[in-house]
């Protein structure tokens, strides 16, 4: 069962019900300004900082769910109603949600009069816009009244949630009436002292009033659903001083048959140098000094959207901006499904992870988590083609909260760009990813320049090193922390966050991330030594390819040593190890009951490498028994599942993952992030077909079909999806921030279609199967286009023939910008 559908014309999904089964959202903005938009216009928006610069209200946990948002009330002649459906909830005759790319649009229609709502955050500015457009579709004249709302937070997520005690004194607003361009309400909260920002809240016409006072806008013991001034038909001038800031304008519409007016409104945040915070006082009006804020840089946000004409123009600009980014890898399949995941969402999630790393969704309340050390670093596999300049920003700022010794602070905060005291360091995969992000990137823009680049270590600029020092370190860390069996020590976990073999947690509530009940220097990971030995070697030959033949040789011993603790001390007999414990007992073995076999190190391993040859014999290789045991255990139809049997008792010496019910999250969950490994190693082993069927388990646009089971949003990867031994088997949970997007993006593009960029050239050798027996892939590199024709029949081994000339191999070297290389591929 579906809820709506995707246009791709438009690059839209279209939710044709306000009644899916959870709110689906999206995101707009993609430099500092940012908005959470429900389909039912729920949500907020917040300046870079989720915590720190929340501009609007949004409550978590709500009942009913998602109500909290800026929302429009019409007022027909008594009936009162929300195009959006929430928070009013009366039927509507039409209703419709057009998620696009940045932007969406939500129309609803009532008794002959349809309002169309198209929210947007433009390029290049710090505002949510928001054209509203009303047209009479009955054939009488009408006069309605327009309300609008929105909710101001206190600017500190967590204190506006929590302390009341001061936050109820502190609410302070200005009015401004028309100024000839705008009619505005501004909240200054805070600003008469430290802070240097207001909020503006504003629209392009005359207004027939305004309210600033929830109360008196909502009714004290109301829902929003039941707001009195919208129901009263008339605002009440009501002027905010504590309690519960808002912004409502008021505007007497009247239409005739068929006729149609839009007005913008903009909700914008504007910082002033703290020299020029106040307008300049002015004792004829009777203007105090430090009173009234200086308004110039709001008045210049509005005037941009004065017009419609000039709505319009910075929404076509950001139509375009998101064509152009998507222009650089796009495929033509005949499989719709495949084009829409490739050409439009999964990229474009890949974009929204980038930029909100793990912190706002309507799973991650923006209070809780920083910017993720091994979750950034993995978004930028799935982001360095669309933006490569701001994917260098990002390795810069990451590789700074690196400690000296080549370990890592979890996370940092956007802000400050620190690392994060609180969480500290000792989650042993962290360093490794490093390597993998830069990786990317060099091998994506050519630029070396990066490794050469002075970053600091730890934030200290007198700790600064070379950024190929930085993975320097990285390596040499993984590498000297290891245990008995020459793997690398897990420390508090590695990649799986659940896997805390330290912690022998008794105390509720107590984290499994941060406490260390045992610290043995026992307990090893059999992920990390798959991981060491990926990019290890990618280290070694970055260290090669800079002329340092004796650093890339001893970087190879090493890794060709934890190759062989893998093959030895990591393997089962059919499958991979997960690690071992704090007692030097087996994770993730046959000769346990539960936990036998776990997803992670069998991916990462054929990725890496490991156990590829095929034996003498001409049996199946250590890497194809480990997939097929994958395939056996681990596959369901939704997906693969993390581990199996999940546990069905707390197992203190593993820490976090038992801790949840069997089939859900880390205890047996579909986690998406690490299926793509599987489907990666899938193509390495030169199985396509079956790589290309697990790609299509969890791909959203192929669940669309499902959407009453699954229930998340069709045109986003969820984090997880409930196991084979959940209560809900199929239910997707925490959707959009999840480093599946990037993953996945990875997996199809570079591997299923098989077009990845190395230092010389685009490697060209797709790997999906019969299905699609013909399929084109352009592919812009290093500023040259490449057209890429696939004549596919399932097999392996791509034979190129480029620019009309056979050549041997895969590889496609780099041509100069701008020109335009034809490759014929037969495989
Ligand atoms: C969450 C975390 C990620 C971790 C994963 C597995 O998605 O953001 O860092 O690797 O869980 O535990
Ligand atoms: C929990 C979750 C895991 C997440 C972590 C973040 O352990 O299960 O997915 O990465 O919290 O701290």
């Given amino acids: 069962m579906r809820y709506g559908h995707f246009d791709d014309e438009a690059r839209e999904y279209v939710i044709t019900t306000p009644h899916t089964p959870y709110p689906w959202i999206n995101y707009l903005g993609s430099e500092r300004f940012f908005s959470l ?17 929340r501009l609007t209200r949004y409550r978590y946990n709500n009942i009913p769910a998602d109500a909290g948002g800026r929302y429009f009330y019409v007022n027909d002649g008594g009936d009162v109603w929300t195009p959006s459906w929430m928070p009013v909830k009366a039927d509507l005759d039409h209703f419709e949600c057009r998620h696009g790319l940045g932007y969406s649009r939500i129309i609803g229609e009532r008794g002959g009069l349809r309002v169309e709502t198209l929210f947007f955050v433009p390029i290049g500015e710090d505002a949510e816009v928001q054209k509203v457009t009303l ?22 997520a967590q204190d506006d949630q929590t302390n009341y005690q001061r936050n109820l004194s502190i609410g302070e607003v200005e009015i401004e009436p028309f100024t000839g ?33 929830r109360d008196t806008f909502v009714g004290a013991y109301n829902t929003l659903g039941e707001a009195a001034v919208p129901f009263a038909g008339k605002s009440a001038g009501s002027v905010a001083s504590g309690w519960y800031p808002i912004a409502s304008h008021s505007l007497d519409v009247t239409l005739e048959p068929g006729a149609s007016t839009s007005y913008t409104f903009v909700l914008g945040y504007v910082e002033n140098p703290s020299d020029e915070k ?38 076509d600009a950001l139509v375009a901006y998101w064509t152009d980014l998507l222009s650089g890898y796009s495929v033509t399949s005949g499989d719709e499904k495949l084009d829409r995941m490739v050409n439009i969402w999964n990229q474009y999630q890949c974009m929204v992870t980038f930029n909100m790393s793990r912190s706002a969704s309507y799973f991650e309340t923006g209070i809780g988590r920083g910017m993720g050390f ?38 940092y905060q956007p802000l400050t760009k620190r690392g994060n005291h609180d969480l500290g360091s000792g989650f042993n995969d962290d360093p490794l990813w490093l390597i993998a992000g830069v990786v990317a990137y060099v091998k994506e823009t050519g630029d070396v320049s990066i490794l050469d680049e002075p970053v600091p270590f730890d934030n200290d600029d007198a700790l600064a090193a070379p950024l190929f020092e930085h993975l320097t370190r990285s390596f040499t860390f993984t590498y000297t922390n290891r245990g008995p069996h020459g793997l690398p020590l ?28 045992k610290a043995g220097g026992v307990a090893e990971s059999v992920f990390i030594a798959t991981m060491f030995v990926q990019y290890g070697e990618q280290y070694a030959e970055l260290a090669a390819r800079r002329g340092l033949a004796d650093v890339a040789a001893s970087a190879r011993a090493a890794v060709a040593e934890v190759r062989e603790a893998t093959l030895s001390a990591g393997w089962d007999g059919e499958w991979f190890l997960r690690a071992y414990d704090f007692y030097g007992n087996k994770v993730g073995t046959d000769e346990k009951p539960e936990g036998k076999i776990w997803i992670e190190p069998q991916g990462f391993a054929v990725m890496a490498g490991i156990g590829t040859e095929k034996p003498a014999d001409g049996g199946p290789s250590v890497a194809e028994r480990a997939l097929a045991s994958v395939n056996t255990m681990l596959a369901t139809d939704h997906g693969l599942v993390l581990q199996y049997p999940a546990y069905t008792s707390y197992q203190i010496e593993l820490g976090e993952v038992s801790t949840y019910p069997p089939g859900y999250k880390e205890n047996g969950g579909i986690f998406c992030h690490n299926n793509p490994w599987v489907i990666i190693a899938e193509t390495i082993v030169g199985n396509g077909a079956r790589a290309f069927d697990y790609y299509k388990r969890i791909a959203p646009a192929y669940r669309e079909e499902l959407s009453d089971v699954h229930r998340l949003e069709p045109y986003v990867y969820a984090q997880m999806i409930a196991g084979k031994e959940a209560v809900r088997h199929g239910e997707a949970k925490n959707s959009w921030l999840t480093g599946t997007a990037a993953w996945n993006f990875v997996a199809v593009s570079q591997y299923l279609l098989g077009v990845r960029p190395e230092y010389d050239g685009l490697v060209v050798d797709p790997r999906l199967g019969p299905e699609l027996p013909e399929f084109t ?23 190129l023939t480029v620019d009309g000339t056979p050549v041997d191999g895969t590889m496609v070297p780099y041509a100069p910008a701008g020109s335009t290389v034809l490759v014929d591929v037969e495989v």
């Avoid at 047209?135 to 500190?156: M, P, Y």
């Avoid at 920003?393 to 080549?406: F, N």
């Avoid at 966050?497 to 509530?509: A, I, K, Q, V, Y």
């Fill in 37 to 53: 938009l429900s389909h039912q216009s729920g949500g907020y928006s917040f300046y870079r900082d989720a915590k720190m610069r």
């Fill in 278 to 315: 106040w307008a300049p006082a002015d004792a004829d009006a009777g203007i105090a000094p430090l009173q009234v804020i200086n308004k110039t840089r709001a008045h210049e946000l509005l005037a941009r959207f004065a017009t419609t004409e000039q709505t319009d123009a910075a929404f």
């Fill in 490 to 517: 897990i420390g508090r976990a590695d990649w799986n966050d659940c896997l805390n073999l330290n912690c022998f947690s008794t105390e509720p509530g107590e984290s499994f991330q941060t406490t260390e009940n």
């Fill in 777 to 799: 892939v352009r592919r812009r590199a290093r500023g040259a286009t490449y057209v890429i024709t696939v004549r596919n029949s399932g097999g392996t081994g791509a034979r």
């Fill in 135 to 156: 047209t009479n579709t009955s054939d009488a004249a009408k006069s309605v009244t327009l309300f609008s709302f929105v909710e101001f937070a206190l600017w500190n």
């Fill in 181 to 213: 361009t705008s009619s505005a309400i501004y909240h200054k909260t805070e600003y008469r002292e430290r802070r240097d920002h207001y909020a503006v809240y504003g629209v392009n016409a005359e207004t027939a009033g305004f309210d600033t006072d």
């Fill in 374 to 411: 091994r979750d950034s670093t993995q978004d930028l596999l799935g982001f360095v083609h669309l933006i490569p300049e701001r994917a260098r920003e990002r390795i810069l700022d990451i590789a700074a909260t690196q400690l000296p010794d080549g370990s890592a602070y979890h996370q």
